[in-house]
């Protein structure tokens, strides 16, 4: 179709439209003939025909074989009720609600995805295009209940330069890197079972633990990793059955696991029989690979997850659970009985095409670069309004930042939320909820001036308002 017959059809729905809008078409009214229709917007019946198709796609109206179109007994919803609400709770599911459902004018400073344009948009372009000529199976198929191959033929490379020989029975891909913690939950875990986590710590990992009716404890997160002090004391208190955590850019605070607290972290869990899983979604952001748990351990009692939406994409997405080969004949079972399998083999064939080119590593040293410099400049904006990074990462998007004295967090992000800035409030991330004087803050997403004037006026803010 062409563009002046697009709008044509375009015109004809609008005006169909109007009339159900205006009650001058009710539910279950014939619709105008196509002929008369046709003449009275001054189009060809062909126009109408596709208007009327296109509507009863929408569920606006219905067709009747041999007698015509009518206006549907059920209302479909309207755009509107689809606006994102602004009246949650801030809790662990406030930043994902309003990032994913942000309006497209909204900026997200404290969202956890890097810019669009960022991203290696032409290279994913060529790799859709290729997945054209791809088999048949690999369009319409479930694939392997292990998933791709050739895809976790590559992962096992890169597992063998940490070190750790993964074997295909060491390895399975996932739908995502949430699904792998999921799957994880429930196979190790029962309602009531005791689960440690950092504080301050990934707010998603608190979310899916209370869907799981666990019993969340947390250790204080240091510039080094978790307090090892603290952390033997509660595991030997609380035996908690797993315990969950990022080592190579801990998020939100951006630290780095030192390998002394990895080596004595390690000790604890073998003298108290607890198991962990370490989500290693930031490792490629890292200019130098940090001490990592399953390379020390050799995934005996360490579980390696992992995914590529922060690097590749999160429109196609892929994770991947590594771990001892029993685990993961149980985790591969219970994928299947769960969702019939892993991740779709399109989108399989998608990330290993991006990963065998070259122009993966090129794309991370850019993003590395790239990052370097906005770390620089957000902090430099964020000190002049009196917020103080905790640490400067050596790598990654985020910075976790100390407002100044006698500002909240989650006030501070209901106000910029009333002017479309999406902002990360420290107590999502904090299971002991103190952290209600820390924000985290995407350097790759805190470019536009905007964001500084909104912050700047929250801040000064005389009424701080209600805290959480």
């Known amino acids: 179709m062409n563009g002046r017959a697009a709008t044509k059809t375009v015109e004809v729905m609008d005006a169909i439209r109007a009339r159900v809008a205006g009650r001058a078409l009710d539910p279950g009214d014939r619709l105008p003939s196509i002929r008369s229709f046709a003449a009275a917007m001054g189009v060809s019946p062909a126009t109408v025909v596709e208007a009327y198709d296109r509507l009863a796609a929408e569920g606006l109206i219905r067709a009747r074989r041999g007698s015509g179109f009518y206006v549907a007994a059920a209302r479909p919803f309207l755009l509107a009720e689809t606006e994102p609400k602004r009246d949650h709770a801030v809790d662990p599911f406030w930043v994902s609600r309003q990032s994913l459902d942000a309006d497209p004018a909204s900026l997200m400073p404290g969202c956890g995805w890097l810019p669009a344009e960022w991203m290696p948009d032409m290279a994913l372009r060529r790799a859709i295009r290729d997945l054209a000529r791809a088999e048949h199976d690999v369009l319409t198929g479930y694939g392997s209940t292990r998933g791709a191959p050739i895809l976790r033929r590559l992962l096992s490379f890169r597992f063998a330069a940490e070190g750790i020989p993964v074997s295909g029975d060491h390895l399975m891909l996932t739908a995502s890197g949430s699904q792998a913690i999921d799957l994880i939950c429930r196979f190790l875990l029962r309602p009531g079972d005791t689960v440690l986590v950092d504080d301050p710590c990934y707010f998603n990992f608190q979310a899916l633990l209370r869907v799981h009716q666990t019993v969340i404890r ?64 930031f490792a490629d952001f890292e200019p130098e690979p940090s001490p990592r748990l399953a390379a020390l351990d050799g995934l005996d009692r360490v579980i390696r997850i992992g995914s590529f939406s922060k690097t590749l994409s999160a429109s196609i997405r892929c994770g991947y659970i590594a771990g001892r080969a029993d685990w993961i004949s149980g985790l591969i079972d219970l994928q299947v009985a769960t969702g019939f399998g892993g991740p779709s083999p399109a989108a399989t064939e998608i990330i290993a095409h991006m990963l065998a080119d070259g122009g993966y590593r090129k794309h991370m040293e850019e993003l590395r ?44 992000a209901r106000a910029a939320l009333a002017e479309n800035v999406v902002l990360a409030p420290g107590n999502v991330f904090s299971v002991s909820q103190t952290a209600s004087a820390y924000m985290r803050f995407n350097v790759a997403q805190s470019g536009p001036p905007r964001i500084w004037d909104v912050l700047a006026r929250a801040l000064a803010a005389k009424d701080t308002g209600p805290r959480d």
């Open 218 to 281: 947390s250790v204080p997160y240091t510039p080094h990793g978790p307090d090892i002090a603290q952390f033997e004391t509660i595991v030997a208190a609380e035996k908690p059955r797993l315990y969950i955590t990022n080592s190579a850019i801990h998020n939100p605070t951006g630290a780095t696991l030192s390998a002394q607290t990895a080596h004595r972290l390690l000790n604890v869990a073998a003298a108290h029989g607890l198991t962990i899983v370490e989500d290693d979604i």
């Open 369 to 412: 670069g790239k990052l370097v410099r906005a770390r620089r400049e957000t902090a430099r904006k964020l000190r002049r309004l009196g917020l103080e990074p905790w640490l400067m990462p050596r790598g990654g998007f985020y910075l976790w930042c100390r407002l100044p004295d006698g500002q909240d967090s989650a006030t501070l």
